[in-house]
């Protein structure tokens, strides 16, 4: 919005803010990993030999994310960005939002947290799961042990794979079907 | 899996348990005796657990399961949910014993707590003959790798439910298969304790 360009939305036809769409992507980025993804992936690294001793970046993580800011704005619109990340902030699923009074019975919960995602960290997972046991639903809550940051939820697969499969399966068809299912 | 082929105090806790109770285990494991008692009881089980790789196998068996340590395990719980919860070989590897037991009590009618007995005679005679400290079949554990922070005794558990007020409703001893009868302090190498605490 910082970007004159946004016009208040009013954009399409003309210039469009891809500076601003680019910076916010940028931020947003840094929040989808971790600090050791981060240090794996960039650490101190340059992307020439030397400091240039100007503005430009001289470190691998800086063109990294601004890679991802360009690379962003050519397929996503400002304003969809904008009310999507508008709705996010909306999203409440504290106190009885998660469960309203009457819907207790016959409903099944997993939980999944990724152990080093700071954008949704585990202590809020935790707290949903404390929540719908103090309301007696069934609850299952898993902590994956990812390095990934946030980003791990789209590469910790297997992991969620057989989570959400054995968990479905048991919901739909009882303990019964656990055909895998040896000692 | 027969029966007679599972481990000696889950089928003793399988025992105790009624039809269809509600139960909590507290370091459920991989899940196997909440398995059972879901499955021949229809008991309706929950468990906890710390270990990523048992949440996994509790998962594929179709049991409801916190992936957390047991001492911060039951916050959020409701007073009185459970009929029974279980602490089976779990308890001594707790941090805060009289905490969770509290915390026991609270969400469950009934505490089931299995323990290695630390005053089983091969236990004694290893310490008292080579002076070294044990390594059993019920205490597996070198001291540099064990995960039992507390070292108790068949008698230790009998005061310490004595001076907390703790019915005592049951005692199982065993000794690997084999129920063990005459002097259980000497000669178990597990407990298994029913416990309640109608008096608080």
């Given at each position: 919005?910082?970007?004159?360009?946004?016009?208040?939305?009013?954009?399409?036809?003309?210039?469009?803010?891809?500076?601003?769409?680019?910076?916010?992507?940028?931020?947003?980025?840094?929040?989808?990993?971790?600090?050791?993804?981060?240090?794996?992936?960039?650490?101190?690294?340059?992307?020439?030999?030397?400091?240039?001793?100007?503005?430009?970046?001289?470190?691998?993580?800086?063109?990294?994310?601004?890679?991802?800011?360009?690379?962003?704005?050519?397929?996503?619109?400002?304003?969809?960005?904008?009310?999507?990340?508008?709705?996010?902030?909306?999203?409440?699923?504290?106190?009885?939002?998660?469960?309203?009074?009457?819907?207790?019975?016959?409903?099944?919960?997993?939980?999944?947290?990724?152990?080093?995602?700071?954008?949704?960290?585990?202590?809020?997972?935790?707290?949903?799961?404390?929540?719908?046991k103090s309301?007696g639903?069934?609850?299952?809550?898993?902590?994956?042990?990812?390095?990934?940051?946030?980003?791990?939820?789209?590469?910790?697969?297997?992991?969620?794979?057989?989570?959400?499969?054995?968990?479905?399966?048991?919901?739909?068809?009882?303990?019964?079907?656990?055909?895998?299912?040896?000692? | 899996?027969?029966?007679?082929?599972?481990?000696?105090?889950?089928?003793?806790?399988?025992?105790?348990?009624?039809?269809?109770?509600?139960?909590?285990?507290?370091?459920?494991?991989?899940?196997?005796?909440?398995?059972?008692?879901?499955?021949?009881?229809?008991?309706?089980?929950?468990?906890?657990?710390?270990?990523?790789?048992?949440?996994?196998?509790?998962?594929?068996?179709?049991?409801?399961?916190?992936?957390?340590?047991?001492?911060?395990?039951?916050?959020?719980y409701p007073d009185r949910s459970?009929?029974?919860?279980?602490?089976?070989?779990?308890?001594?590897?707790?941090?805060?014993?009289?905490?969770?037991?509290?915390?026991?009590?609270?969400v469950?009618?009934?505490?089931?707590?299995?323990?290695?007995?630390?005053?089983?005679?091969?236990?004694?005679?290893?310490?008292?003959?080579?002076?070294?400290?044990?390594?059993?079949?019920?205490?597996?554990?070198?001291?540099?790798?064990?995960?039992?922070?507390?070292?108790?005794?068949?008698?230790?558990?009998?005061?310490?439910?004595?001076?907390?007020?703790?019915?005592?409703?049951?005692?199982?001893?065993?000794?690997?298969?084999?129920?063990?009868?005459?002097?259980?302090?000497?000669?178990?190498?597990?407990?298994?304790?029913?416990?309640?605490?109608?008096?608080?």
């Amino acid at each position: 919005m910082a970007d004159t360009a946004w016009n208040g939305g009013d954009y399409y036809g003309k210039a469009k803010p891809e500076r601003g769409l680019a910076v916010a992507r940028m931020i947003g980025h840094i929040t989808y990993m971790s600090d050791s993804s981060m240090e794996d992936k960039f650490s101190r690294r340059l992307k020439d030999d030397n400091f240039s001793f100007t503005f430009k970046g001289d470190f691998e993580v800086e063109g990294y994310l601004r890679y991802r800011g360009d690379s962003f704005v050519k397929r996503f619109d400002a304003n969809s960005y904008l009310y999507i990340t508008k709705a996010m902030d909306y999203f409440d699923l504290s106190g009885d939002n998660i469960l309203p009074p009457g819907s207790e019975s016959g409903v099944r919960f997993l939980v999944i947290a990724f152990k080093s995602d700071w954008l949704y960290p585990s202590y809020q997972s935790q707290e949903i799961v404390r929540y719908l046991k103090s309301k007696g639903a069934d609850a299952t809550y898993c902590e994956v042990s990812s390095t990934y940051g946030h980003d791990a939820f789209l590469l910790e697969v297997e992991e969620e794979t057989h989570l959400i499969k054995h968990f479905l399966n048991k919901t739909f068809y009882g303990y019964d079907v656990v055909r895998s299912y040896e000692i | 899996m027969r029966f007679d082929e599972l481990r000696s105090d889950y089928r003793v806790i399988y025992g105790i348990v009624n039809s269809a109770s509600r139960v909590l285990d507290l370091g459920c494991g991989d899940g196997e005796l909440l398995f059972i008692l879901a499955k021949d009881k229809n008991a309706k089980v929950q468990g906890v657990e710390i270990d990523e790789g048992s949440i996994y196998k509790c998962v594929a068996k179709g049991l409801s399961v916190f992936h957390s340590d047991i001492d911060n395990g039951l916050r959020g719980y409701p007073d009185r949910s459970f009929d029974y919860v279980i602490l089976n070989q779990s308890l001594q590897q707790t941090k805060k014993v009289d905490f969770v037991l509290d915390e026991a009590f609270r969400v469950g009618e009934r505490v089931i707590v299995g323990f290695p007995n630390f005053a089983h005679l091969p236990v004694r005679l290893g310490l008292f003959f080579r002076g070294e400290a044990p390594v059993t079949k019920s205490l597996p554990y070198h001291w540099y790798d064990s995960p039992n922070i507390h070292c108790l005794s068949i008698k230790d558990f009998r005061n310490y439910c004595r001076d907390k007020n703790i019915d005592v409703l049951e005692e199982h001893y065993l000794a690997g298969e084999k129920v063990v009868r005459f002097w259980p302090n000497l000669f178990a190498a597990n407990a298994i304790f029913v416990l309640s605490r109608n008096g608080k």
